[in-house]
Each structure stands twice: as structure tokens, then as C-alpha cells.
């Protein structure tokens, strides 16, 4: 009977508050504000970015209102990068946060092309269902790169550990995309059991380029047989929008070498010097050559003005007559340089593909052995001498500090790059040779005893220069203190350019009575400025070591700090085929002597020898060589010889480091 009355009585009191209401009076009567609603709802705060560049980090976070428990945020992370590797699409510092609390995101190191869009997503952890998306563009410094580039590397091959010369042209379309271009190679074609050198069109690519001026490219062709199913991969080290250090970093090839922009096509005429080295056909020996070719007008090679020496397996025939042709350029500045030269041993044709770089140089590969019977498998550089062409007449026209670097094969055991030699000496302009200093490193010979021989001393010689005004030097370097065991007389053929350009060498090899350091080889040298000889800022630099069993190519972005003595950087090599990335690199920086030259050592778990000393030799402020030290050290041997060459590099931006 209560429950009854209780439920009779509740429209009763309704009843009457609404006729109350009725009655018009409004004494104390107070309107409800609206009770907030118990909606979840979420919202960044503040607005993410749209976009951000490659590896750099940036603080997101949202806001929940509504939630009573607090219970904050869920953050999710996904991209259209394909595949699964961990942090392809960056990093989030944290899955869940506070509401109104930071999660850092770190955007990828390194993607195909130049852009990758990601999205994070932030839910209200009390209701998944309210959330909120930040679409964000992660760009590269791939516009740093545009244009078309000349690329050339020389190494070893993955089946036959001999040597292997790469070349071409790509065309970069500033976002991250190779649209054509033109290559060649030398390599041992496995599906036919010999050396083979192949041209194919690049029918595209990609490639990414991070804040330090490291990248990858990654250049395609139709041909399955060349590089990973018709695709090489190179990583790079960019000095500025021209110019790049570059290391092939694929499964079959390890290489070093350089990518060039492009900035002229037209039709090569007058006197180059030239060097190339790789291998003989015929004998299949180490081989290389160098010299003078002096195009006419009617794009002939004629015999004047024109000359080439070679060393073949130690065997040098010098001051061979030379004559040949060269074709018009094709749309991608490639050029096919024959040349005969008639007094030498096995080979006396060649044919060459030269890919222009601009007026003055020209990168080539031998290109004649497209059916395992040509004459070698080679690769070098042509510098032009332009208005100096048959003008180098006496002694006179080499004079100066000159800095050089050589890299070769030391002859008691052929394997690529297992010479190296760097230096310095003063030409005197009347055929002296004087205030030189070496660091040459031989990883097979033992003639001095042991295993491997290293010459690091001072000397002096003497040179003759053609008086047919070519521009070809004989060096004769002698007089060696210390003095080598058996004694050293290296040859070097100069080949002057002239208007400011480096000379190329040919490294003849040892002249002594009793041939104790047979070798040869190719370098360049510099002039060494007069100035302040420092090694202070931001480089590229580039590495080829040899174990004796395979090679380890390199390239680095790195910063020398000459106040602390100190050097740091990341590396990406090749190490016998098995490709590394994003290695730290360190080493310490003596204090560089009158000449130029200076110790100092240098460390990464990259390194097939680890750590090891190198001397360093300034060209000037921009640039110079390094070549390890340790080959035969008595308390620590290493067995492994290094060579290297670094460059300033511009950085990318403002905040680039």
C-alpha cells in the first residue's frame, strides 16, 4: 500500500510545479546552466607540422577533454614506405603519454626517393573512437642534387676479386628521381666465364640525399646481368650541388670514385693527358697506361703532339708513337676515343667510351672487350690542356710544390690496390727534384724482410720534360733517406695539363738494378698552396682499403677539429661485399709540419683494421690525401694498406651539421 501511494503522489508534485510555473510569478526561480557534456574529444595542441626533413625530431601532443579518469593518449605511427624493417617510418620516443604531453617523433634517416609521407595518429585512450591525425611529409635534400652528372668508380669484382671499372652519365630530376641517362662496365660476366665491358641505357632510379650530405643512388637498367638484377647502388658523400664522393655499396661490385655535374657537351679538341689502369686481355696482367692524345680539328689523333707510355706487369714501354679518332658527343656528352699505338707489347688498338664532364675533363673506360677478346678492361681520366696544347717546351713549365696521390698494384702478387703511395716534392723549374717526402706502402712485397714493405722516407731526383712541347715529364725520384733495402728508383710519368690543372701520373714503377718494388699505377698530383696548410671543418672524404683478401670502399661526411686534435663523422662502406651504414668514425689529428704533412689515426668498427694510423698531406685548406701507416709496424702489423682523398663539403642548409 506505500509503494501505491509513492508512485500516486510523484505526478502530483509534477502537477503542481507546472501549474507554479503557470501562475506567472518569478520570485526565486533560478535557470540550470546546461550540465557539460560527457563527450570524449581529443586535439593536438599545437598544430603539428606539415612537414619536416629527413632524421630531424619534433614534439607532438594532444589534448583530451572530457576524460575523468585522465587516462591520456594513444599515439599510433605509419607510413607508405613498404616492407617491414624496424623505424622505417621514423621513431616515436613514446606510445602513450599524459594528455597535453609531449611524444618526440624522429623522422627516417634514410628512404627511396626524396619524399615519404607519414601519419601519426593520437586516440583518446578512454575512447579510441575520438582521435586525431597529423599527415606529415618527410623531405629529403635531394633538390641539393639536379641536373646531369657524370659518375665513375673503380674496384673489384664479386667473382673473380679482379679489377672492375664503372662509368656514366644520370640525369637527376631534383626530387629524388633518375630519369636517364647512359653507362658502362667492366666486370667478369659470370654467365660467360670472362671480362666483359657492357653499355646499356639508365631507363630510371632514385635517389636520397640526408642533412650531412650522405645518400644513396640507385641507377636501373633493363640489363639483369648488371649489378642487383640491373640496378647498382652507390652511397655518396656531396661536397656541393657539383660535386659528389661516391662508393659502390651493392652485393657485386665494390668501387670508389666520383660523381661529376655535367656542364658541357661539346666536341673535345686539342691536347689531354690521360691515365688508365685495370687489366691486359691478352695476358690477362695488370696494366696501365698514360700519355698525351691531341685531337685535330677534324676530330683525328694525330701523331703530333701525341705520346703514351705503359707498364705492363712491370714491363714499361715508353714514348710510343700514338694516333686515333674521336666521335662527335651524343645527347649525354658520351664519346668513343680510339687510339693506336703501335710499339706496345700485346694490345696496340684501344677503344675507349669517354663520358664528358665539361670542357677541360672527361672520364673514360675501356669499352673494346664486349666479346672477351679485346685489348684490356681499364678506366681513368682525360684533363684537357686547352690553350696550353704543344706549348710545354722546357723544364721551365714544371716548377712548383706539387702533393701526389697514387694508387696501384704492388706486382709481387697481383691484387687490386695493394699499392699506395703519397707525397710530396718541390720542382724546381730547371730539372731538379727537391724537399720530397713519401709514404709508400707495397702489402705483398718482402723485400725489406718482411711482410709487406714500407718506404716512408725523404728524397730528391731529377726530371727531363719532352721538348716536343707535349707535356710529358719523366721523374726519376732517388736518393732516399733512409734508404730502402735493395735500393728504390721509382719512375713517374707527368703528363701536364696546364691553365691550373693537375698533371696525371703514371707510376712506372722501380727502375733499381735489382727490381726490388715491382708495381705501377695511376694518380694525380697537385699543386700545394702557399698559405696556411690546415685541416679544420667540414669534409667528404674517401677510402679504399685492401686486406690482401677483398676490399672495403668507403665514403663519410666528417668534421676535423684541428683546435682539440680530434676528428668525427659517419661512414657508409662495402667491406668484401656486405654493405654498412651509419658507422661512426673518430680519429685524432696531429699537428701538420712545414710541408704539409701530419700523423693521425682513425677508428671505426667499418674499418677492416681497427684503429690504425695514417699520415696526412695538405694540399691546401679544401683538400688532400691520406694513406695508412701500420702495414708493417713491429709491435702491431696490420697487413692492410689504405688510401684516401678528403674534400670540403658546403652543408645543406643553415642548421645542417
Keep these: 500500500m506505500a509503494t501505491r501511494r509513492w508512485i500516486l503522489v510523484l505526478p502530483l508534485v509534477t502537477l503542481i510545479s507546472v501549474l507554479t510555473g503557470c501562475a506567472g510569478s518569478t520570485a526565486n526561480v533560478q535557470n540550470p546552466p546546461v550540465p557539460p557534456s560527457s563527450t570524449v574529444s581529443i586535439a593536438f595542441q599545437p598544430a603539428p607540422p606539415a612537414s619536416v626533413t629527413v632524421g630531424a625530431t619534433t614534439p607532438l601532443a594532444a589534448v583530451v577533454n572530457n576524460d575523468s579518469g585522465n587516462t591520456g593518449v594513444d599515439w599510433s605511427l605509419t607510413c607508405s614506405i613498404p616492407g617491414t624493417a624496424p623505424n622505417k617510418c621514423g621513431m616515436l620516443s613514446a606510445l602513450h603519454t599524459a594528455s597535453t604531453e609531449s611524444t618526440i617523433y624522429t623522422a627516417p634517416s634514410i628512404f627511396s626517393g626524396n619524399s615519404v609521407a607519414v601519419n601519426i595518429q593520437a586516440f583518446a585512450t578512454a575512447d579510441h573512437t575520438q582521435n586525431v591525425g597529423a599527415p606529415i611529409t618527410v623531405t629529403g635534400f635531394g633538390s641539393a642534387l639536379k641536373g646531369t652528372y657524370v659518375l665513375q668508380a673503380q674496384g673489384i669484382d664479386v667473382n673473380t676479386f679482379g679489377p672492375y671499372q664503372f662509368a656514366g652519365v644520370v640525369v637527376l630530376d631534383g626530387n629524388g628521381g633518375i630519369t636517364s641517362g647512359e653507362q658502362t662496365v667492366n666486370f667478369f660476366d659470370a654467365n660467360v666465364g670472362f671480362l666483359l665491358s657492357k653499355s646499356d641505357p639508365v631507363v630510371g632510379g632514385s635517389y636520397f640525399l640526408g642533412p650531412d650530405g650522405r645518400g644513396t643512388i640507385a641507377v636501373s637498367t633493363n640489363d639483369p646481368g648488371i649489378g642487383q638484377n640491373g640496378t647498382e647502388t652507390f652511397s655518396c658523400a656531396v661536397l656541393s650541388s657539383?660535386?659528389?664522393?661516391?662508393?659502390?655499396?651493392?652485393?657485386?661490385?665494390?668501387?670508389?670514385?666520383?660523381?661529376?655535374?655535367?656542364?658541357?657537351?661539346?666536341?673535345?679538341?686539342?691536347?689531354?693527358?690521360?691515365?688508365?689502369?685495370?687489366?691486359?686481355?691478352?695476358?690477362?696482367?695488370?696494366?696501365?697506361?698514360?700519355?698525351?692524345?691531341?685531337?685535330?680539328?677534324?676530330?683525328?689523333?694525330?701523331?703530333?703532339?701525341?705520346?703514351?707510355?705503359?707498364?705492363?706487369?712491370?714491363?714499361?714501354?715508353?714514348?710510343?708513337?700514338?694516333?686515333?679518332?674521336?666521335?662527335?658527343?651524343?645527347?649525354?656528352?658520351?664519346?668513343?676515343?680510339?687510339?693506336?699505338?703501335?710499339?706496345?707489347?700485346?694490345?696496340?688498338?684501344?677503344?675507349?667510351?669517354?663520358?664528358?664532364?665539361?670542357?677541360?675533363?672527361i672520364k673514360l673506360i675501356e669499352s673494346d672487350n664486349d666479346s672477351g677478346s679485346g685489348s684490356g678492361a681499364t678506366g681513368g681520366v682525360a684533363i684537357g690542356q686547352g690553350s696550353a696544347t704543344g706549348t710545354f717546351l722546357d723544364d721551365t713549365f714544371f716548377s712548383g710544390t706539387y702533393v701526389f696521390g697514387v694508387l696501384g698494384q704492388d706486382l709481387s702478387a697481383f691484387s687490386p690496390s695493394t699499392l699506395t703511395s703519397v707525397g710530396v716534392f718541390s720542382a724546381d723549374g730547371s730539372g731538379g727534384i727537391a724537399n720530397g717526402f713519401t709514404d709508400t706502402f707495397l702489402q705483398s712485397n718482402g723485400t725489406q724482410g718482411t711482410a709487406g714493405s714500407q718506404i716512408s722516407a725523404a728524397f730528391s731526383g731529377a726530371y727531363t720534360i719532352d721538348s716536343k712541347g707535349t707535356g710529358r715529364v719523366r721523374t726519376n725520384f732517388k736518393h732516399f733517406v733512409p734508404a730502402p733495402q735493395l735500393g728504390f728508383a721509382p719512375v713517374f710519368f707527368v703528363y701536364l695539363t696546364g691553365n691550373g690543372n693537375p698533371p696525371l701520373i703514371l707510376y712506372a714503377g722501380d727502375f733499381s738494378a735489382n727490381q726490388g718494388y715491382p708495381s705501377l699505377g695511376t694518380g694525380i698530383a697537385y699543386v700545394q698552396s702557399s698559405g696556411p696548410l690546415t685541416f679544420d671543418g667540414q669534409y667528404g672524404f674517401s677510402l679504399v682499403q685492401q686486406n690482401g683478401g677483398t676490399e672495403n670502399d668507403a665514403t663519410a661526411a666528417i668534421a676535423a677539429h684541428s683546435d682539440a686534435g680530434t676528428l668525427s663523422g659517419i661512414l657508409d662502406n662495402n667491406s668484401g661485399f656486405n654493405p654498412t651504414f651509419n658507422s661512426p668514425v673518430n680519429g685524432t689529428l696531429g699537428a701538420p709540419a712545414s710541408n704539409g704533412r701530419f700523423a693521425g689515426t682513425l677508428d671505426s668498427l667499418a674499418f677492416d683494421s681497427t684503429p690504425f694510423t695514417a699520415e696526412y698531406y695538405i694540399i691546401d685548406p679544401a683538400h688532400g690525401f691520406f694513406v695508412e701507416t701500420d702495414l708493417v709496424n713491429p709491435n702491431s702489423p696490420t697487413s692492410v694498406v689504405s688510401f684516401g682523398y678528403y674534400a670540403a663539403r658546403t652543408p645543406l642548409c643553415a642548421d645542417c651539421p
Design 242 to 361: 657539383s660535386q659528389a664522393l661516391i662508393t659502390q655499396t651493392d652485393l657485386s661490385d665494390t668501387a670508389s670514385g666520383t660523381m661529376d655535374l655535367q656542364t658541357n657537351t661539346a666536341a673535345p679538341s686539342g691536347g689531354y693527358a690521360f691515365v688508365v689502369s685495370g687489366t691486359d686481355i691478352a695476358t690477362a696482367s695488370p696494366t696501365a697506361m698514360g700519355g698525351i692524345f691531341n685531337i685535330d680539328s677534324n676530330r683525328t689523333i694525330s701523331g703530333k703532339g701525341s705520346v703514351a707510355d705503359q707498364n705492363l706487369a712491370g714491363f714499361v714501354t715508353s714514348k710510343q708513337a700514338l694516333s686515333g679518332t674521336v666521335s662527335n658527343p651524343d645527347s649525354f656528352g658520351r664519346v668513343t676515343v680510339n687510339l693506336n699505338v703501335p710499339g706496345l707489347p700485346t694490345a696496340t688498338t684501344f677503344k675507349f667510351t669517354g663520358y664528358i664532364v665539361d670542357a677541360t675533363h
